[in-house]
């Protein structure tokens, strides 16, 4: 069964989930992964989540406000041995939920070429290819994506 909690980025659940995404990135990603990682700081993010089978942490994602309208995907992983079973969409899912409750109107978020994975997942959620915004203007590598949630 797998349960999923709201909690925020000094959870030790999430914290260790992120050290293996950024591991599997930075092997991914080679000499563009400084680029994207200054970009990745979890300290403060206040709006995460975290799902367990049983009492395993097996995936994450966490949202921040991106503007007034917008919340930002962000940290979305799920460990090897649980891909493909459905559990990044009932994380992403539920950062949607949040992000609506919070008040915000739609999700924005960037991935990369090299995560095609992420693309599809994003992709088969509703989620619509949009210009590269903000920092990944101009980033070959990058692809960003917005869906409306509220």
């Known amino acids: 069964m797998i349960k999923i909690i709201r909690t925020d980025s000094k959870h030790e659940d999430f914290v260790d989930l992120v050290r293996l995404l950024d591991s599997e990135l930075a092997e991914r990603d080679g000499d ?17 989540i975290v799902a367990y089978h049983d009492d395993l942490a097996i995936s994450c994602g966490a ?32 950062l949607e939920q949040w ?24 992709e088969k959620n509703g989620y619509s290819l949009i210009p590269n915004y903000g920092q990944y203007a101009g980033v070959k590598n990058s692809r960003c994506f917005e869906k409306t949630v509220n």
Do not use: W
Not at 32 to 46: C, G, L, M, R
Not at 71 to 94: D, F, H, N, P, Q
Not at 110 to 118: D, F
């Open 63 to 94: 949202v921040k406000e991106y503007n007034e309208d917008s919340m930002e995907i962000k940290r979305m992983y799920t460990t090897k041995a649980y891909r493909g079973k459905g559990i990044a969409s009932k994380v992403l899912v539920a």
């Open 99 to 122: 992000s609506s409750e919070l008040g915000y109107k739609r999700c924005v978020l960037e991935t990369g070429l090299k995560q095609p994975e992420a693309i599809r997942l994003y």
């Open 32 to 48: 563009e992964h400084s680029f994207y990682d200054q970009f990745n700081k979890v300290t403060a993010i206040k709006y995460v």
